[in-house]
């Protein structure tokens, strides 16, 4: 597993400002939420998508799922909108790394880290052990490596000519005969060096096979053992090797010098180094489940065949690489198999007081990326159950049209397979986190066999979520967070649970010992001031209110979201995120740069799920390839539901649910035949409504779970009532 990237495709992103959005800025063409008597809260309900679908679309691999169903449903046609982001969704989902392995990149901002992995922790910010050489820093952002410039003083150059350090490289002309160079004297230790990356460019290597080889302080000799070949390149970019020799079991001991050998090339070859470092093993293990979900999400929103037919077998290898080597199948639950993932915290606090840091442990796994959150890892497994269920759909409508022509082989595994398998990830693993003292979820198992609690509520929500949690412990979850049930070890209980208004906090816990070794002083910061240690993150707040339709009912589930749309009210009057927070006595806004209590903007682009609820949730709205299926859990307050300019597949929708009938509206487009709308379950009665108002009786239904087939044109309604309610 040896990567050759370019520079230019790391990704980095501006962030975003964002301000108050008045709503005669919102265009007209943007999706609607309407209940009657409500139109107030409904308007500010829109006005806080709107603020976050502006700057919304692909961002990191980390948002595939979160951000792409999001921001693909609005039909916004004002500036082409609807369609201009699909294609950036599929631009972005087709061109997202896969190594040989099936590991599928992070795609954040460059660094010196681990180039398909997370930012950081990088070398200069471990103990002894780490070492870099730099002698161009082009193309790091400041703040991102913590080194300097250096030039080729010390170093050791043999069958080559020295062309001197310009244009961003020490440039070297090989000779025919084996050329090769060597560090002047280092010390780098396996357990923090898992990689060496060579930044570097070369011309007319040709067929070589050059190799980092070493020697240790117990065998100061060079000898073949101690050697890792890498690919050759040939281009006039800097080219990102990762060299991977954690896998040589000659990578032991205390390395005390590098060398590169180059190999026999022609008289015309040559090579410019950028740098050459050691670098910590950064990948996160839930990558793969986020790009799996995104593209089934892309897919079920738009039906595009030829995406599908190009990407399908690349998700099926992310599946593979999560079955097998992050040990899914096998664990039945997610294993994080990576150098520095062993799930311990890099602080140790001994029984006097004192604190050890162990650098190289505790390297983070996801979004919350100052905590451990592994060996066996919950975040990561309830995210590749609901990955398995994904695919398990996915493959099954494949199976249903042959006619889409796409492609089987020996990387298809067949639905029913992944479905039993998903059903025993849930039956063991939900079992394996579950913490019966506290009733709720626990983060991670290190591989010491210790269990992690903070009151985790997003580990919790998502599990409810994404139907991980048995009804028994989805029902223990929502009484802890509904102050229904104290957890007499939290630092935060009842009502305090959501002392920031918009939605719960991260942890109810506070966690000062729980961390990696590069987040060494978590004490010197209060409670509540710090994202993952008592604060809140406005995005899972959507996972929240999720729980709660589904184990409290709709009615609890809008006297939450109620609240959350008066806090908005008030951010807005006050001019926005900033304006709001400056003061601080309302909390600490984290973004831009600057840490803080508070996700809200700048990188927390997750905020774009708080309105989802109105569709996800209390329409209960979900795309298909061949349809929709609707299943609305209204309050009894609300007369009705409408949601406006709803885009799927080549169409735009009304669709209005009033207790117990659906009405559904064709504004645009056109539909792909056979088109299906399906519904939970009961007694139904087929109408259509002519633009004209002429309504007429179709058919009665009675198992619409499996499908009615309909037929719109512009104009025309679908009604649809439950027999009952005649």
């Not at 505790?362 to 959150?373: A, E, K, Q, S």
């Not at 590749?384 to 020996?410: C, F, T, V």
């Amino acid at each position: 597993m040896i990567h050759d990237i370019k520079i230019s495709a790391v990704i980095c992103f501006m962030l975003p400002i964002y301000a108050a959005y008045p709503n005669e800025n919102i265009p007209s063409d943007f999706p609607k939420f309407i209940i009657p008597e409500n139109s107030q809260s409904m308007e500010s309900l829109r006005e806080l998508y709107y603020l976050h679908y502006i700057p919304g679309g692909p961002m990191a691999t980390l948002w595939d799922e979160w951000l792409s169903g999001s921001t693909l449903w609005p039909g916004v046609s004002t500036d082409n909108r609807m369609e201009s982001i699909r294609k950036r969704w599929s631009n972005a989902l087709s061109a997202r790394r896969i190594d040989p392995e099936g590991y599928v990149a992070t795609h954040q901002h460059a660094s010196i880290a681990h180039q398909d992995g997370w930012p950081f922790p990088f070398w200069k910010q471990g103990g002894p052990g780490t070492w870099g050489w730099h002698f161009s820093l082009q193309g790091v952002p400041g703040g991102w490596h913590g080194t300097e410039e250096k030039t080729q003083e010390g170093w050791t150059l043999k069958g080559g000519k020295d062309k001197g350090i310009s244009d961003n490289a020490w440039n070297i002309n090989l000779s025919s005969s084996d050329t090769y160079i060597r560090t002047s004297e280092l010390s780098i230790l396996p357990d923090q060096s898992p990689f060496i990356q060579l930044r570097w460019r070369a011309k007319d290597l040709g067929n070589t096979q050059p190799y980092l080889e070493w020697i240790t302080r117990e065998e100061p000799e060079y000898t073949s053992d101690k050697r890792f070949y890498f690919e050759p390149v040939d281009s006039q970019d800097i080219i990102y090797t990762m060299i991977p020799v954690f896998k040589s079991p000659a990578w032991k001991g205390e390395i005390i010098q590098l060398g590169i050998n180059f190999g026999e090339t022609s008289e015309s070859a040559s090579v410019g180094i950028q740098a050459l470092f050691t670098q910590y093993d950064t990948r996160h293990n839930i990558n793969n489940q986020n790009f799996i979900r995104g593209c089934c999400q892309y897919f079920w929103w738009t039906r595009d065949l030829n995406f599908l037919r190009e990407n399908l077998n690349r998700m099926r290898i992310a599946l593979l690489y999560m079955m097998k080597e992050l040990k899914g199948l096998k664990e039945n639950c997610i294993v994080t198999p990576f150098v520095g993932h062993c799930g311990r915290s890099g602080l140790e606090i001994t029984p006097d007081g004192k604190k050890i840091i162990h650098s190289g442990r505790g390297i983070g796994n996801n979004y919350w990326d100052l905590l451990p959150m592994g060996y066996k890892d919950a975040y990561a497994t309830i995210h590749y159950y609901d990955s398995l269920n994904d695919m398990a759909k996915l493959e099954r409508e494949i199976d249903k049209h042959p006619e889409w022509n796409m492609p089987g082989g020996p990387l298809e595994v067949k639905p029913e397979q992944i479905e039993a398998h998903a059903q025993n990830v849930k039956e063991y693993s939900g079992k394996l986190f579950w913490n019966e003292d506290t009733g709720r979820f626990v983060c991670s198992i290190d591989i010491d066999g210790k269990a992690y609690d903070y009151g985790f509520t997003f580990i919790n929500c998502e599990a409810i979520a994404y139907d991980f949690a048995t009804e028994e412990q989805a029902e223990s979850i929502m009484e802890w967070l509904s102050g229904d049930r104290i957890v007499e070890s939290d630092t935060s209980r009842g009502d305090d649970i959501y002392h920031w208004r918009f939605g719960p906090r991260s942890t109810t816990k506070r966690n000062v010992e729980y961390y990696g070794w590069f987040w060494s002083n978590p004490e010197s910061i209060p409670w509540g001031g710090q994202v993952q240690d008592g604060g809140a993150v406005l995005g899972f707040s959507y996972h929240d209110l999720l729980s709660r339709i589904k184990i409290l009912g709709p009615d609890n589930a809008w006297q939450r979201l109620k609240e959350v749309i008066a806090w908005f009210d008030e951010v807005q009057d006050a001019g926005g995120y900033r304006e709001y927070y400056k003061d601080e006595s309302k909390g600490t806004l984290q973004g831009g740069g600057r840490a803080g209590g508070l996700g809200l903007d700048h990188e927390f682009f997750e905020s774009i799920l708080v309105p989802q609820i109105m569709i996800n949730g209390f329409m209960g709205l979900k795309p298909k390839s061949d349809g929709l299926f609707i299943n609305p859990q209204l309050p009894e307050a609300w007369p009705s539901l409408t949601i406006t300019r709803i885009y799927h597949h080549q169409a735009v929708f009304d669709i209005t649910a009033i207790n117990s009938s659906i009405d559904i509206t064709l504004k645009e487009g056109k539909l792909y035949k056979p088109f299906y709308i399906y519904l939970s379950g009961g007694e139904w009665q087929l109408n259509y409504i002519n633009p004209d108002g002429t309504k007429s009786h179709v058919a009665d239904v009675n198992k619409p779970e499996k499908g009615i087939e309909v037929d719109l044109w512009i104009g025309r309604t679908i009604n649809l009532t439950q027999r009952n309610s005649l």
